[in-house]
């Protein structure tokens, strides 16, 4: 299904479901948007070759402290499927700043690491190895 902007995505589903990549740095450390940037290409790319069901949208947000990618999904089962990939896990109920309107959200931590493999495994077109 197809990518649109999370202001589109926002007005058509409003029940939505998001997996938040963190990334690991201070805002004294955060070097930058170009990075950022990158991040949210090789996830777009990501989603891209999962070939999701739903709708899906791809942003960075820096709401509060270190940087993150937001992917928000229509279908829970897409974002399951990356979830799954990169992995993530559940964010525990009741997380501060969770909006009413997301139905579940996941997490993981999009450190140097788990970029790599991202960009390794798109390279490759393969899937992510096991950390």
């Not at 997996?19 to 170009?34: K, L, Y």
């Not at 009741?94 to 997490?107: D, F, N």
């Amino acid at each position: 299904m197809p990518k649109t902007t999370r202001s589109l995505f926002v007005g058509r589903h409003p029940a939505r479901h998001l997996v938040v990549g963190r990334v690991p740095v201070t805002e004294a450390e955060d070097f930058g948007t170009p990075h950022l940037r990158h991040l949210k290409r090789e996830m777009a790319k990501l989603l891209d070759r999962l070939g999701l069901a739903g709708d899906y949208s791809v942003e960075i947000v820096r709401a509060s402290g270190a940087p993150e990618i937001h992917a928000e999904f229509s279908e829970r089962s897409d974002a399951d499927r990356l979830a799954a990939v990169v992995p993530a896990a559940e964010a525990p109920a009741g997380i501060a700043g969770l909006p009413p309107e997301v139905a579940s959200q996941q997490q993981f931590i999009l450190d140097d690491a788990t970029a790599a493999a991202i960009t390794a495994s798109l390279a490759m077109e393969g899937e992510l190895d096991e950390r």
